[in-house]
């Protein structure tokens, strides 16, 4: 199902959306459903966060003077951004990177520099509300996991993010999936979480003690420094400790979209990021899927491991700052209901 929150007139507005990583940020400025300019800008050349939103709206001025309208014709402008943010005060509480911009209040410096309606939103539920709304699999129930160092997370319900009274909601990285006394540490302190078995590090790990507690030649054993990259590309070779580490990742992995099954029953399940064995591209990446479906599916209702789709997500970088635009649309449809067709 298409969601249906977009003003439909003759003369679409202009909403701009961008997501702020700690390496680049992605802009994005959208008329209805088309992308009409993009930029990406680095990081590191941006100390505060002013610095990226002014260079931002220099873009956004320029792209619209390309398109025969002034920055008047802008409606409003998201931002998505990784970490742990304060929904009251879009306040970055806490992130992994960009640590000096903790505490800061990027609503209000972000509405100071482009003087417009702006929304704020967490860069995994800008990724899942992206391809929610722009994607391969349009649905207003989805959710979304990235794969890459670390396991982020997405829900949508109703064509909305779940944020969460914490700013918590989605994080599926840290669901628990191992209780045994021997369950691995994850990044965050705690022990058993998804994302250490799944996530980059957990990958390798898993790989790294098939080698140690077997005689079987593998490929994997001659490398000095394992990623998952090298491991995907062994599986592909046939290299048997390589394609179980795949199997094994898929089944931690089905057991998490299990849980989330359960507690938020999206229709569609949809993996982004790095780390996903060559996707739907590779025949490594394809039994990757099946295995997270096949495990799903044995700890899941009839009603929902027999419904519940999986699969790769279609629109990669993109999404979180498509996500965000369509988060500053969406708040701003819910402020003035007569530029909704819902």
């Known amino acids: 199902m298409k969601p249906t929150n977009y003003c439909t007139s003759e003369s679409p507005s202009f909403v701009m959306g961008i997501d702020l990583g700690g390496t680049s940020v992605k802009l994005g400025l959208l008329r209805g459903e088309e992308l009409v300019a993009r930029d990406q800008i ?12 002014r260079r931002a709206r220099e873009f956004s001025v320029a792209a619209l003077h390309r398109h025969g309208a002034t920055f008047d014709a802008l409606e409003s402008v998201g931002l998505a951004m990784a ?76 064509g909305r993010a779940i944020n969460g009274s914490h700013g918590c909601g989605g994080e599926i990285g840290h669901v628990t999936i191992e209780h045994g006394p021997d369950a691995r540490q994850c990044g965050c302190g705690r022990a058993g979480h998804l994302e250490a078995y799944a996530g980059a590090a957990g990958i390798v790990k898993t790989a790294l003690e098939q080698l140690e507690a077997t005689d079987q030649p593998s490929s994997l054993g001659a490398v000095d420094e394992l990623t998952p990259e090298i491991i995907s590309a062994a599986a592909e070779c046939g290299d048997a400790i390589a394609m179980e580490t795949v199997r094994r990742t898929g089944v931690h992995l089905g057991r998490a979209i299990a849980m989330l099954a359960h507690i938020a029953d999206p229709a569609v399940v949809l993996l982004g990021g790095a780390v996903n064995f060559g996707g739907n591209q590779t025949r490594t990446g394809r039994a990757f899927l099946r295995t997270i479906r096949s495990e799903m599916v044995r700890l899941s209702l009839v009603q929902t491991g027999e419904t519940l789709k999986i699969d790769f997500a279609t629109l990669g970088n993109d999404a979180g700052m498509l996500g965000a635009a369509q988060h500053a649309r969406q708040l701003t449809h819910q402020a003035d209901p007569s530029c909704s067709n819902e």
């Open 42 to 53: 680095s990081t590191a050349h941006c100390d505060e966060p002013s610095d990226v939103f």
């Open 83 to 158: 970490g742990v943010i304060d929904e009251a005060t879009a306040t970055l509480m806490e992130t992994a990177n960009l640590h000096a911009w903790h505490g800061i209040g990027f609503h209000q410096e972000l509405a100071r520099v482009f003087q417009k309606p702006v929304a704020v939103i967490n860069d995994a539920n800008a990724a899942a509300l992206g391809e929610s709304s722009f994607g391969e699999h349009r649905t207003d129930s989805l959710s979304f996991l990235t794969l890459g160092t670390g396991i982020g997370g997405g829900i949508i319900v109703a």
